[in-house]
């Protein structure tokens, strides 16, 4: 089993940035993908980015690509995600997800088995 906690949401201004962290424990934490997902107020999860075990390949959605930055830190067992140029339209429940490594798709909720409780991020325009 994984466990994953999240942190560094909080409130920015639109243009300004903040600093996700995932801390995880549990098992060898280089053996999994992770992944960011957010929820907005009203909406569905969705997908925001990833990166593979070792962190040789990432993948941005299209709407955070050249704005969202993730980063790991095997020997710390960190994953981050460095948000710029925020937006409204940012403001979410961001969680943190963990998968067995994988060539599944990285978009796709489900085969993320672990998950974390999600911090709240709030963009003011």
């Known amino acids: 089993q994984v466990q994953l906690v999240e942190s560094g949401g909080g409130l920015a201004q639109a243009g300004g940035s903040l600093r996700l962290s995932c801390a995880a424990s549990?098992?060898?934490?280089?053996?999994?993908?992770m992944g960011w997902f957010r929820q907005p107020p009203g909406k569905e999860r969705d997908f925001v980015a990833a990166?593979?075990?070792?962190?040789?390949?990432?993948y941005y959605a299209d709407s955070v690509k050249g704005r969202f930055t993730i980063t790991r830190d095997n020997a710390k067992n960190m994953v981050y995600l460095q948000m710029e140029s925020l937006k409204p339209e940012d403001t979410a429940v961001y969680y943190c997800a963990a998968r067995p490594m994988t060539t599944l798709q990285y978009t796709t909720q489900n085969t993320y088995p672990h998950w974390g409780r999600g911090t709240q991020v709030t963009v003011s325009s």
């Open positions: 549990g098992r060898p934490f280089s053996l999994y993908d």
């Open positions: 990166i593979n075990s070792v962190g040789g390949r990432v």
